[in-house]
């Protein structure tokens, strides 16, 4: 089975841009980093619950981790129409993990911040993003696929099944799960920015920071994240 390296258990975090004029109207987003474990999903729907039905897009930073759980954070992200990207979140003032990192002390009940030019989905994290309406993308992404054997200690036939059978429901061609099917079975295979874009994980002219616009909020339809 393919772990994640060591690294935190998944936390989502809802982050509002810390964008210069953009109040009162900032776009907003779920950071979503660090391992997925068997208790992200449950996590993933509290947060959820946090932002009373608003459509922020789940902005993903993770190495990878629990197989089945990351299948059932991208039904979830299917099942509510939302966007995914691969970036970081840089936080200003302080972050979700810094000793004393008080709303008082950040001048907000949110976390505030932007969303970085790098980011990571290895491994598992992949089959989350894939739950996207729409995958956007960091400038430069860390992005890497494993053999359908290396997910999972089932039966690589069954496990394979599984895959093709999750990425239908996202409606995915077969480019993805040919890819993984090349890749070794220990190995982990890298994709560049174009090859990201040909299996349709994340459109490259989808920018990630695109997100943190705050014109976006300024049209006439604003983006579901304002």
Known sequence: IVAAPAEEAMHFVIV?????????????WIAA?????????KAFGKALKDVKGARLPVVFDSAGGDFDA?????????????ETAIAATAYAICGPHDKGCTAKKRKSALFKGTIAQQGTCAS?????????????????PNVSLFNPAAYSSRQKQAVTEQIAGYLKEMHFDD?????????????????????????????KHLRANTL???RECRKTIAAPNC
């Open 70 to 82: 990351a299948l059932a954070l991208g039904r979830i992200i299917h099942e509510k129409v939302l």
């Open 175 to 203: 480019r993805l799960l040919t890819m993984m099917r090349n890749a070794a079975a220990a190995k982990p295979m890298v994709l560049s920015s174009d090859e990201v874009d040909e299996v349709g994980l994340a459109a």
């Open 33 to 41: 980093r660090g391992q997925i474990t068997a208790d992200s999903p």
């Open 212 to 214: 943190q616009d705050m």
């Open 124 to 140: 598992a994290c992949v089959f989350a993003l894939a739950g996207g309406k729409r995958r956007f993308t960091a400038a430069s």
């Open 16 to 28: 509002r841009s810390s964008e210069l004029g953009c109040e009162p109207l900032c776009p907003q």
